[in-house]
Nanobody, 123 residues
Framework: VQLQASGGGLVQAGGSLRLSCVHS????????TAWFRQAPGKEREFVAG????????YYADTVKGRFTISKVSAKNTVYLQMNSLKPEDTAVYYC?????????????????WGQGTLVTVSS
């Protein structure tokens, strides 16, 4: 299983970006994909997650109402649409996958990780 994350960049506060995470290799509807982020000097934190079966979405309180996670099963791709970006959203964003339909907020419970994509929000 490989995850390829892309879509990061530099954006001004209030702007938008869309991150993509393409999943290759073994696939299953009994899986969950999540986005985490890690800012310099901070721990990796949960941002959003989606169940492949049913499409249930989960968000951290800090991004609720601004970010939207979605999936396109036919493309094995999960997107993170980020709107109304703030400087505090600056971080490296990682997508991660785990077998099993529960979206956990603990990074250690995910077996597969993408390489990370940097999001920088200027004030």
């Amino acid at each position: 299983v490989q995850l390829q994350a892309s879509g990061g960049g530099l954006v001004q506060a209030g702007g938008s970006l869309r991150l993509s995470c393409v999943h290759s290799g073994r696939t299953s509807n009994d899986a969950a994909t999540a986005w985490f982020r890690q800012a310099p000097g901070k721990e990796r934190e949960f941002v959003a997650g989606v169940r492949w079966s049913g499409g249930n979405q989960y968000y951290a309180d800090t991004v609720k109402g601004r970010f939207t996670i979605s999936k396109v099963s036919a493309k094995n791709t999960v997107y993170l649409q980020m709107n109304s970006l703030k400087p505090e959203d600056t971080a490296v964003y990682y997508c991660a996958l785990r077998w099993g339909s529960t979206v956990h907020r603990t990074p250690q419970l995910y077996s597969y990780w993408g390489q990370g994509t940097l999001v920088t929000v200027s004030s």
